[in-house]
């Protein structure tokens, strides 16, 4: 699998903007995505930790976890 790099997010790739390439991702592609900021959090209210927001809120997205965007 090829690693897919956006170095922008113009917006002439939206709907009725423009005439840009749309390239929608595979689920392969979807899963490689990755970025954001160390976020720290508690586990359990109890356990330190950090974690990517970017990864979360994509989770929360997809809907494999339940919860508000960070």
Known sequence: MKTL???D????GR????T???HLLSSEE???VGGGRSV????DGRTPGT?????VNLD??????????I
Not at 9 to 12: G, H, R, Y
Not at 40 to 43: A, I, L, Q, R, S
């Open 5 to 7: 790099t956006r170095k």
């Open 9 to 12: 997010l113009s917006p002439t």
């Open 15 to 18: 709907r009725g903007k423009g």
């Open 20 to 22: 840009a390439n749309i």
């Open 30 to 32: 979807l899963e490689a």
């Open 40 to 43: 720290p959090v508690t586990v």
């Open 51 to 55: 974690v990517d927001d970017f990864a």
């Open 60 to 69: 929360i997205y997809k809907g494999n976890i339940k919860g508000s965007y």
